[in-house]
């Protein structure tokens, strides 16, 4: 019986000798790092595509969409501000002008100074309030291009909202895909830091997976930033030539179309 026992033993050792030396025999750093290497190439290259998409999207939207000038001139058009403002211009100039129009007629006549001096009152009178209301008419059609040009503007930001909300969404996906700091590690660590808030000692085992976390969650913050920037200099770069007249603002008092980048101005 004893004899059994110990040839079992002895079967049972060499079996687990053996499974392990297999083990070992079978493993091949260079096809690990190959696969592993192979594996992080893949990652990086999905999250290549992703960006581009990204960027295409934006680039597909900032082009269909109208520019700043484009609203303004389109509001312009749409208020008849040129032909409000000449109307305006061609009645004030009626006014300047009444005073020597009325001398230069009365040359050459019989007249009395007074009585020019009647007859530019009398036109004065007249002119005065279609001036002031073809003004004002003017300025309403002026501030409300630039309404329709800033609405315009304000749509077109409100459009670009989905993509904006998409590259925040997809820098967290990358950053989790780098670090490995999923949802479900990221509700690790908040249970572990909320057992240690409550006084609770951790266990070894715990401690270690608190720093493991720890670790992963500052790489994930890292890489979070990184991503961020990376997709937000992406798009700013590839699509400068198509962003550039979206980022221009029409500025309400001076009547100007400003340009943040460049501070060129457009007067109108």
Same mark, same amino acid.
């Given at each position: 019986?004893? $004899?059994?026992?110990?040839?079992?033993?002895?079967?049972?050792?060499?079996?687990?000798?053996?499974? *392990?030396?297999?083990?070992?025999? $079978?493993?091949?750093?260079?096809?690990?790092?190959?696969?592993?290497?192979?594996?992080?190439?893949?990652?990086? $290259?999905?999250?290549?595509?992703?960006?581009?998409?990204?960027?295409?999207?934006?680039?597909?939207?900032?082009?269909?969409?109208?520019?700043?000038?484009?609203?303004?001139?389109?509001?312009?058009?749409?208020?008849?501000?040129?032909?409000?403002?000449?109307?305006?211009?061609?009645?004030?100039?009626?006014?300047?002008?009444?005073?020597?129009? #009325?001398?230069?007629?009365?040359? *050459?006549?019989?007249?009395?100074?007074?009585?020019?001096?009647?007859?530019?009152?009398?036109?004065?009178?007249?002119?005065?309030?279609?001036?002031?209301?073809?003004?004002?008419?003017?300025?309403?059609?002026?501030?409300?291009?630039?309404?329709?040009?800033?609405?315009?503007?304000?749509?077109?930001?409100?459009?670009?909202?989905?993509?904006?909300? @998409?590259?925040?969404?997809?820098?967290?996906?990358?950053?989790?895909?780098?670090?490995?700091?999923?949802?479900?590690?990221?509700?690790?660590?908040?249970?572990?830091?909320?057992?240690?808030?409550?006084?609770?000692?951790?266990?070894?085992?715990?401690?270690?997976?608190?720093?493991?976390?720890?670790?992963?969650? @500052?790489?994930?913050?890292? @890489?979070?930033?990184?991503?961020?920037?990376?997709?937000?200099?992406?798009?700013?770069?590839?699509?400068?030539?198509?962003?550039?007249?979206?980022?221009?603002?029409? #500025?309400?008092? $001076?009547?100007?179309?400003?340009?943040?980048?460049?501070?060129?101005?457009?007067?109108?």
């Amino acid at each position: 019986m004893a $004899s059994d026992a110990y040839n079992t033993g002895v079967s049972n050792v060499n079996s687990a000798n053996s499974t *392990g030396s297999s083990a070992i025999n $079978s493993f091949d750093p260079n096809a690990w790092q190959s696969n592993t290497q192979a594996g992080l190439n893949g990652i990086t $290259s999905s999250q290549a595509q992703g960006n581009q998409s990204l960027v295409n999207a934006f680039k597909n939207q900032i082009s269909s969409q109208p520019s700043a000038t484009d609203y303004y001139n389109q509001g312009m058009q749409n208020f008849n501000v040129q032909g409000l403002q000449n109307t305006s211009n061609n009645l004030n100039n009626a006014m300047l002008q009444a005073p020597n129009s #009325n001398l230069n007629a009365a040359k *050459g006549f019989n007249y009395d100074q007074n009585q020019v001096d009647q007859k530019t009152s009398q036109d004065l009178q007249r002119l005065a309030p279609s001036a002031a209301a073809a003004q004002n008419n003017a300025s309403t059609a002026q501030t409300n291009a630039i309404n329709f040009a800033n609405n315009g503007i304000q749509q077109n930001q409100l459009n670009m909202t989905p993509y904006q909300q @998409q590259a925040t969404a997809q820098a967290q996906l990358y950053a989790q895909q780098y670090s490995g700091f999923t949802a479900t590690a990221q509700a690790q660590l908040a249970s572990l830091q909320q057992k240690m808030q409550s006084g609770v000692s951790l266990s070894t085992q715990e401690m270690q997976s608190y720093a493991a976390l720890t670790s992963s969650e @500052q790489t994930y913050q890292a @890489q979070l930033a990184t991503n961020a920037t990376t997709i937000a200099n992406t798009i700013q770069n590839q699509t400068a030539m198509n962003v550039a007249p979206q980022n221009k603002i029409v #500025n309400a008092t $001076s009547q100007q179309i400003l340009s943040p980048n460049t501070g060129s101005v457009t007067s109108y």
